[in-house]
């Protein structure tokens, strides 16, 4: 079965950091370019980062340049999102995402993970 | 503010067609290929269409896509209550160098 599971969400103080991971099965791993997707409920979804298959192309939302990084380990086909100097209008539900279809047509997403960033 | 722009809300009866807009520019949807994301209540999104008019196999045709210029469509044909979601379509922006979606369309079926 084709599945991504998102994990290390959680509750953070502003200024704080959190790593998420997102753990992939089923497919070729190393084939896909992976992106991280957020969306607050109740709202639209917004384009965090992507990274290409073998991990050496990435590119971020200008919202969060500085403050993410994506990176990937096509070994344990795990995708990671450190997040840093964390702010309260990050908190929102956060997706992986594959894309299979070319690099943006993302075919394969985890169920989210939540982040709350509050004192 | 999205830099796609889609209506906020569609609605339609069973049975019916109807069309979702998305409305870039010639450093998006001008340039790039658009791809079309249906989210259902509680659930993660799902791929709809890609490359503008492509489906992935296990969408009904009744979805379908088109894209003219800076701007792109989504038609829904013979509705159905289970098409009721929100609807985004997405495509990436060469000026910002990132992907970006609509603000999303909520179809309801009537």
């Known amino acids: 079965e084709v599945q991504l599971v998102e994990s290390g969400g959680g509750l953070v103080q502003p200024g704080g950091s959190l790593r998420l991971s997102c753990a992939a099965s089923?497919?070729?791993?190393?084939?896909?370019?992976m992106h991280w997707v957020r969306q607050v409920p109740g709202k639209g979804l917004v384009w965090v980062s992507r990274?290409?298959?073998?991990?050496?192309?990435?590119s971020y939302a200008d919202s969060v340049k500085g403050r993410f990084t994506v990176s990937r380990d096509n070994v344990e086909n795990t995708l990671h999102l450190q997040m840093n100097s964390l702010r309260a209008e990050d908190t929102a539900v956060y997706y992986c995402a594959g894309a299979s279809w070319g690099r943006n047509a993302m075919d394969v997403w985890g169920q989210g993970t939540t982040v709350t960033v509050s004192s | 503010q999205s830099v796609l722009t889609q209506p906020p809300s569609a609605s339609g009866t069973p049975g019916q067609r109807v069309t979702i807009s998305c409305s870039g520019s010639s450093s998006n949807i001008g340039t790039n290929t658009v791809n079309w994301y249906q989210q259902l209540p509680g659930t993660a999104p799902k791929l709809l269409i890609y490359?503008?008019?492509q489906r992935p196999s296990g969408v009904p045709d009744r979805f379908s896509g088109s894209k003219s210029g800076t701007s792109a469509s989504l038609a829904i044909s013979g509705l159905q209550s289970e098409d009721e979601a929100d609807y985004y379509c997405?495509?990436?922006?060469?000026?910002?160098?990132?992907?970006?979606f609509g603000g999303g369309t909520k179809l309801t079926v009537l």
């Open positions: 089923g497919f070729t791993f190393r084939s896909y370019w």
């Open positions: 490359s503008n008019n």
């Open positions: 997405a495509s990436w922006d060469a000026s910002l160098s990132a992907l970006v």
């Open positions: 990274l290409n298959g073998d991990g050496s192309s990435t």
